[in-house]
């Protein structure tokens, strides 16, 4: 069995010291653990040494003390002993176990109680009188006593330290709630912001482009009628915003979530900015109401395909088509895709990824991109919102 190298722990070197100063104090005064024995009381120091230099490696290398200490401590019953001595053993006995490895901790306990039982066996049928039990006794204290409260002690601390884990597991968990809520909730209000002020800052970019390009009184002025009317709106949906964020601000009233039944203001308000728009809507009138959230979804991304068809699409018409399954709701907006001949509003992609984010929450999908038909090259933006929030999406 090889020592490790580590250096003696400061506690240890404690208990040698002292246990040694104690050994050789009972032996200069003369009280000794026993007596009439082959050997006198000189050689009583040799253990005494011994077991204080095994004390040292109580924590280093418990195991090879204990097997060390064991038999320095079988020597010395060949001498008159020593109280010391006999203390160290129990304190490296208790050591092994807590201070051991998990099998040792097991087997420790085991062997000295089966020791304790064979002695107390052997000396009442070797010396047949009931004293001969106290031997037993004295060798479950000296053995059996300190494994057992090692044991105590151990499972004491790995419990402690299972408990210490769980509690900091528990905090790291609770701190990664925390920052999935503050960054799922920043990415809604992200959301929010851009469905609800991009579609009129677009207008406003597009318009006052076209009033700086095209040097007509009437363009200015239609122009400019436009840009007035969307920024009103657009600071009327700031100031909500701003109400649902801060209860300070005086508007305690949250913002009503938009719906389908608001889909005619939008196509009209997407007429007013320019956009040649038709809504085919072919939901039953009588058919189920869809959920909230789904509603608001569906709006949402009804109103940022119109505002990319405003920044970005071809002059031509733009189609908003949407259709009721048993289980899901479907939205396909088309717009013209080529190189548009007006001015253009520059785009940071910030709206698609808003449109996939509000289907996936859903458990929906999602698609967006060029296509080319019969009627020439379109952007097409494709959604399929589960009416069910049990289902995992909708099958294309």
Request: include cysteine.
């Given at each position: 069995?090889?020592?490790?190298?580590?250096?003696?722990?400061?506690?240890?070197?404690?208990?040698?010291?002292v246990?040694?100063?104690?050994?050789l104090?009972?032996?200069?005064?003369?009280?000794?653990?026993?007596?009439?024995?082959?050997?006198?009381?000189?050689?009583a120091?040799?253990?005494?040494f011994?077991?204080?230099?095994?004390?040292?490696l109580?924590?280093?290398?418990?195991?090879?003390?204990?097997?060390?200490?064991?038999?320095?401590?079988?020597a010395?019953q060949?001498?008159?002993?020593?109280?010391?001595?006999?203390?160290?053993?129990?304190?490296?006995?208790?050591?092994?176990?807590?201070?051991?490895?998990?099998?040792?901790?097991?087997?420790?306990?085991?062997?000295?109680?089966?020791?304790?039982?064979?002695?107390?066996?052997?000396?009442?049928?070797?010396?047949?009188?009931?004293?001969?039990?106290?031997?037993?006794?004295?060798?479950g204290?000296?053995s059996?006593?300190?494994?057992?409260?090692?044991?105590?002690?151990?499972?004491?601390?790995?419990a402690?330290?299972?408990?210490k884990?769980?509690?900091?597991?528990?905090?790291l968990?609770?701190?990664?709630?925390r920052?999935?809520?503050?960054?799922?909730?920043?990415?809604?209000?992200?959301?929010e912001?851009h469905?609800?002020v991009a579609?009129?800052l677009?207008?406003?970019?597009?318009?006052?482009?076209?009033?700086?390009?095209?040097d007509?009184?009437?363009?200015?002025?239609?122009?400019?009628?436009?840009?007035?009317?969307?920024s009103?709106?657009?600071?009327?949906?700031?100031?909500?915003?701003?109400?649902i964020?801060?209860s300070?601000?005086?508007d305690?009233?949250?913002a009503?979530?938009?719906?389908?039944?608001?889909?005619?203001?939008?196509?009209?308000?997407a007429?007013?900015?320019?956009?040649?728009?038709?809504?085919?809507?072919?939901r039953?009138?009588?058919?189920?109401k869809?959920?909230?959230?789904?509603?608001?979804?569906?709006?949402?991304?009804?109103?940022?395909?119109?505002?990319?068809?405003?920044?970005?699409?071809?002059?031509?018409?733009?189609?908003?088509?949407l259709?009721?399954?048993?289980?899901?709701l479907?939205?396909?907006?088309?717009?013209?895709?080529?190189?548009?001949?007006?001015?253009?509003?520059?785009?940071?992609g910030?709206?698609?990824?808003?449109?996939?984010?509000?289907?996936?929450l859903?458990?929906?999908?999602?698609?967006?991109?060029?296509?080319?038909?019969?009627?020439?090259?379109v952007?097409?933006?494709s959604?399929?919102?589960?009416?069910?929030?049990?289902?995992e999406?909708?099958?294309e």
């Open positions: 069995m090889a020592l490790p190298l580590a250096r003696p722990h400061r506690v240890d070197v404690t208990i040698a010291s246990s040694l100063l104690s050994g104090a009972l032996w200069a005064l003369g009280l000794h653990a026993q007596t009439d024995r082959p050997l006198d009381a000189d050689w120091l040799i253990p005494l011994v077991l204080a230099g095994l004390s040292l109580r924590r280093t290398a418990p195991q090879f003390a204990l097997v060390c200490a064991t038999l320095t401590l079988a010395d060949f001498t008159d002993g020593n109280l010391a001595s006999i203390l160290m053993f129990t304190d490296i006995v208790y050591a092994s176990v807590v201070y051991g490895s998990p099998a040792a901790a097991r087997r420790i306990p085991v062997t000295t109680g089966l020791f304790t039982v064979a002695v107390t066996i052997g000396f009442l049928a070797w010396l047949r009188i009931p004293e001969a039990i106290l031997i037993g006794v004295l060798a204290v000296v059996f006593a300190p494994a057992t409260t090692g044991v105590l002690v151990r499972n004491h601390r790995e402690a330290d299972a408990a884990l769980r509690a900091e597991q528990t905090a968990l609770a701190e990664m709630d920052v999935q809520a503050v960054m799922a909730e920043r990415a809604r209000m992200a959301r912001l469905d609800m579609n009129h677009s207008a406003i970019a597009i318009h006052s482009t076209a009033a700086l390009s095209l007509t009184p009437q363009t200015s002025k239609d122009a400019l009628a436009v840009i007035r009317e969307n009103v709106e657009g600071l009327a949906e700031m100031r909500r915003l701003i109400g964020l801060r300070d601000s005086g305690l009233e949250p009503a979530a938009p719906t389908l039944d608001g889909l005619g203001s939008l196509i009209a308000g007429r007013t900015n320019g956009l040649d728009v038709t809504l085919d809507d072919a039953a009138a009588e058919g189920p869809l959920p909230a959230p789904v509603e608001m979804a569906a709006y949402r991304i009804v109103q940022e395909s119109l505002t990319n068809a405003l920044k970005h699409a071809s002059p031509g018409p733009v189609t908003v088509a259709a009721q399954e048993p289980r899901a479907r939205i396909h907006v088309t717009s013209p895709y080529d190189d548009p001949s007006g001015p253009r509003a520059p785009g940071s910030a709206g698609l990824v808003g449109m996939r984010e509000r289907t996936e859903l458990g929906g999908t999602f698609e967006s991109g060029p296509e080319s038909t019969h009627e020439g090259k952007w097409t933006v959604a399929a919102l589960p009416v069910d929030p049990a289902d999406g909708a099958k």
